[in-house]
């Protein structure tokens, strides 16, 4: 017998966390790309939403600067053409 964690993923009644959302939609997690049952949009399963070893801390200043220098090569390459 099929059961509904086949059909849907991993299933959590935990509240909204992050990326969590509980829901009746078949999902797929950011973090760990498992199946789960969760809201429409929610973008990460309850497991690792509420997994607190998680670094969730803001980009740093150079993260930043990485990520402006990867815009400007993408948009100088684009204007190149
Ligand atoms: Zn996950």
Redesign the pocket.
């Known amino acids: 017998m099929i059961s509904t964690e086949d059909l849907f993923g991993k299933i959590s009644n935990l509240p909204p966390k992050y990326g969590w959302q509980a829901g009746g939609y078949s999902c797929r ?1 950011i ?2 790309n ?1 199946r ?1 049952q969760g809201r429409k949009r929610a973008s ?2 309850a ?2 939403a509420y997994d607190e070893t998680i670094d969730r801390s803001p980009p740093t200043k150079e993260d930043l600067e990485l990520w402006n220098k990867m815009l400007d090569d993408i948009i100088g390459k684009h204007n190149e053409k």
């Open positions: 997690c973090r760990c498992d789960f990460e399963c497991d690792c």
